[in-house]
T-cell receptor
Framework: DGGITQSPKYLFRKEGQNVTLSCEQN?????MYWYRQDPGQGLRLIYY???????QKGDIAEGYSVSREKKESFPLTVTSAQKNPTAFYLCASSIDGTGGYGYTFGSGTRLTVV | QQPVQSPQAVILREGEDAVINCSSSKALYSVHWYRQKHGEAPVFLMILLKGGEQKGHEKISASFNEKKQQSSLYLTASQLSYSGTYFC?????????????FGAGTRLTVKP
């Protein structure tokens, strides 16, 4: 079955450490996205990529970095510069950058800073 | 840039109807609707691309008023399975359809 796989499901990080969240899709979608979800704030866009080797910052990119070396993979690194990284992170993809057919979401990674 | 959703929460009995609204301060290219159950990924319900367009999905339908820059999601004869948080996502015309912004969500609870 085609879909998006995010790993790990739960992640604990010590302050000052960088961590990388994995996102892999086998839908052959061109565009991929990272969103952060906090209680009462909905989903906020971190980064998005419409094609391989290209990506753009979203509304809350500070303290995060991404890469898109392969079509199927869009990992997100949460750096020590991110002041409040504890949140639920969702990866999504769409057939193309227009999003005209809707987004497919992964099951998310819950990151907790300890 | 994020759309505004209302109400924040709704509690229904099975069989009752509900309306969830989504409004934007800027001209919209499209409106998406998603449902997320607790601890799960949001699931795509429908997309509306043209002003005045209405779409249906089982007993869940939506309308898009391009002039008012708003969309409404209609849930009729609600079922227990409709419980969850509903998000609207909007794409703005000025950004040439790129990237989507989501509202804060409406938590819908359907009770027996």
């Amino acid at each position: 079955d085609g879909g998006i796989t995010q790993s790990p499901k739960y992640l604990f990080r010590k302050e000052g450490q960088n961590v990388t969240l994995s996102c892999e899709q086998n839908l052959n979608h061109d565009a991929m996205y990272w969103y952060r979800q906090d209680p009462g704030q909905g989903l906020r866009l971190i980064y998005y990529s419409q094609i391989v080797n290209d990506f753009q910052k979203g509304d809350i990119a500070e303290g995060y970095s991404v890469s898109r070396e392969k079509k199927e993979s869009f990992p997100l690194t949460v750096t020590s510069a991110q002041k409040n990284p504890t949140a639920f992170y969702l990866c999504a993809s769409s057939i193309d950058g227009t999003g005209g057919y809707g987004y497919t979401f992964g099951s998310g990674t819950r990151l907790t800073v300890v | 840039q994020q759309p505004v959703q209302s109400p924040q929460a709704v509690i229904l009995r099975e069989g009752e109807d509900a309306v969830i609204n989504c409004s934007s301060s800027k001209a919209l290219y499209s409106v998406h609707w998603y449902r997320q159950k607790h601890g799960e990924a949001p699931v795509f319900l429908m997309i509306l691309l043209k002003g005045g367009e209405q779409k249906g999905h089982e007993k869940i339908s939506a309308s898009f008023n391009e002039k008012k820059q708003q969309s409404s999601l209609y849930l009729t004869a609600s079922q227990l399975s409709y419980s969850g948080t509903y998000f609207c996502g909007t794409q703005l015309k000025e950004y040439n359809n790129n990237d989507m912004r989501f509202g804060a969500g409406t938590r819908l609870t359907v009770k027996p």
